[in-house]
């Protein structure tokens, strides 16, 4: 009975699967417009690392160092060592989808450097995060095959920790990109056009957080509901 829940519950179609095809729709848009944009080039010839390192400059933060990365859409801001790694499309990319990707990780560097409280409470939850994702689906798999709802319940809390670490995340990238339009706009490092061009490929980056939210809410959802009705 335990493995015709885990394997072929209905509610895995009814709340998990529109979840899914919304991941999938929020990467296509993320594909989409970052190739679109890549393909739309500064008129300032500025490129990603120098649109960050700008950024930096003007909030007055220089301990924050800007490095190439290997990958596609591999940015990102490590606050353990204080660096901006950029992929290769962005790095030395002149053009609108890596200036807009830049300036969003150079805003996570001035959250961190501003002390932005999302930021820090993510930080402080990352430990039992990383438990809870590793031991959530093996103990909730186990419980239901046994019988044992004690595992169950146990599975479904650490599987909490981890839909509140995203749902933690979501003000911190919106805020990122926020900062990061209000830079590039504040500074004029793009145009009223290319501006556009970096919001429609920062928005469809946050979607991808929303769909990933939207994910683990559903399954939290029917791990619940699969454990009221044992």
């Known amino acids: 009975m335990g493995f015709m829940y885990m394997g072929f519950d209905p ?29 739309e080039r500064t008129t300032s010839g500025l490129t990603g690392a120098q649109a960050a390192a700008e950024i930096l400059r ?10 190439k990365t290997a990958g596609h859409l591999t940015d990102h801001f490590d606050p353990r060592s204080n660096v901006i790694r950029l992929s290769d499309s962005v790095y030395g990319a002149a053009t609108v989808a890596a200036v807009g990707v830049a300036a969003h990780e150079a805003g996570h560097a001035i959250q961190h450097a501003h002390g932005y409280s999302p930021m820090k409470l993510r930080a402080a939850i990352i430990p039992i995060t990383n438990i809870g994702s590793k031991l959530a689906m093996p103990l909730i798999f186990i419980g239901f095959i046994m019988g044992a709802f004690g595992l169950v319940n146990l599975g479904i809390i650490l599987f909490g920790t ?10 911190v990238e919106f805020n990122a990109s926020n900062r990061a339009v209000a830079a590039l ?4 490092m793009l145009t009223a056009f290319e501006i556009e061009g970096s919001k429609k490929v920062l ?6 957080y929303v769909a990933a939210l939207a994910v683990s809410l559903a399954q939290l959802l029917r791990f619940v509901l699969m454990a009221r009705r044992r």
Request: no cysteine.
């Open 58 to 67: 003007m909030e007055g933060i220089h301990d924050v160092r800007i490095e």
């Open 162 to 171: 981890v839909v509140v670490f995203q749902l933690v995340t979501l003000p």
């Open 11 to 39: 509610l895995f179609f009814l709340l998990v699967v529109p979840a899914l095809l919304l991941t999938l729709w929020a990467q296509f848009k993320v594909k989409g417009n970052f190739d679109k944009f890549s393909k």
């Open 185 to 188: 706009e504040g500074n004029a």
């Open 203 to 208: 928005n469809a980056a946050a979607l991808t």
